[in-house]
Structures are given as C-alpha cells and as structure tokens.
C-alpha cells in the first residue's frame, strides 16, 4: 500500500508529501497519517520545520465527499461527520501549536478542509494560479475546521465575512495580495522556490524558531501578557548553547 503521507529530511527540514488520490480529501486513515508526521517532527529534535507539500490534483481537497454522501444517507450519519469534523479541528490545532515551523506549499488548490489546513501553518506560499477558498456557505455549511476563526485572525473579520459569506475562491495572486499566503510564485517554479524557502527558515536555531512562535501566537490569547512572554523567552534563550556561540559569533565578528 503507498504511504498516504511520504517524508523526507532535506536538512533541518521534514517534507512531507500528501499523497491520497486524487486529491488528497480528508478521512480517517489521512488525518491519522498527518498526525503521525506531526509526531515525528516534533520527536525529532534536529527538525526545525515541517513542510507540507502534495503530489496529488489538490493540496488538499478537504472532507472526503464519500463521507459527506454517507452524512446525508443514514441517521447516524451527521453525527458520524461530526467527529470526523472534530479529529480536523484537533489535528489543526496540534499543527498549529506544534514546536516547529510549519510550511504549507499549495501547487493547485485548496478548498474547504484543504485551506483550514495550511491555514494553521505558519507560512503559506502558493502557485500564482493555484485555487483558495472556503465555498462551505454555498453548500448551506459552514467551514468548521477552524476556518472561520482563523481566517478572521489572519485577515481581519471583514476579509472573512467576505470570503465566507460569499463562498468565494481566489487565485494565489489574490491570496497573496489579501494576506492569506505570505508569498505567490509562478506553478512552475513554486517546488524549488518552497525548498529554498524551507531551508532558510529551519537555517535559524530551532530554539528561537519556537520561542518567537509561541510569543506571536500569545498576541491571539485574549488576557494574555505576551510582553511577559517575552522576557521568559529571552531569559531562557539567553542560556541555551547555540544562542551564546551565535551571539558570540556575532560580536566577535563587529570587533575585527
């Protein structure tokens, strides 16, 4: 059986390459793969960013439409697509609080549960032609995987309303100029671009990495001091080995 999710080490970075044809929907068996990649990142104590990437039509197409069908078929059915709804929203909020960098590199599309999916990644780049959205309002649902809330943090609740309400899909260039992807590139230079990408930011200590992540993600906290966050990070990094030898780098280098 071909692994639903590969991986590979490109240095201080983990590719992990979604690969459920055709276009990677999410069920059971992928949202379990997914976890298992978060796993082994996060275990690895030399991996400073996870990227997620796809081989498939879509980066990630989102609830497997088998599913859906079933949900409409039987009584038991919503609540079945309940949980699967619920597994989503856990494995995105395990991805986005994970202690690494996370990367999503969207070729194609990614529509529904496939945009709540790199939207809790920390960095987005997509194809200039490449297809985002959230159409679930035009199907009568709601994008209940963390897409309303995230995306209203990402981009304000008035960009939100706007791509929610009117179930709208936008190209890579739009979502880059709205601030859903941080970068857009051309399709066929986007894989390269993204590992070029990956390399520099897992070429920073993995220590910092996490620390600045988790004081960034403090400003989302409501009641939450994130300047007394920061000096707890800085007061810790300020011990750790590689900070001391990069800073004495550093000063060593000014004084010649």
Known sequence: MTALVRTERCGRAMVATMSRPPVNALDDALIAELERVIDEAVADDEVALLHLRSDQRAFCAGADLALIRDCFATPQGPDAMIEIVRHMQ????????????????????????????????????????????????????????????????????????????????IDGSQAAQLGLVQWARPADELSAWARELAARYA??????????????????????????????????????????????????????
Do not use: M, W
């Open 203 to 256: 070429g920073n200590p993995k220590a910092a990495l996490v620390a600045n992540k988790r004081c960034i993600a403090a400003a989302s906290v409501p009641g939450r001091d994130g300047y007394a966050d920061e000096i707890t990070e800085t007061r810790a990094l300020y011990e750790h080995p590689e900070t001391r030898r990069r800073v004495t780098d550093f000063l060593r280098r000014r004084a010649e």
């Open 90 to 169: 856990r494995l995105f909020q395990r991805l986005e609080a994970a202690p690494v960098v996370t990367l999503a590199e969207i070729a194609t599309a990614a529509l529904g549960g496939g945009l709540e999916l790199a939207l809790a990644c920390d960095l987005r780049v997509a194809a200039l032609d490449a297809r985002l959205g959230l159409p679930e309002a035009s199907l009568g649902l709601v994008p209940g995987a963390g897409g309303t809330q995230r995306l209203a943090r990402l981009c304000g609740p008035g960009l939100a309303r706007r791509l929610v309400l009117g179930a709208e899909v």
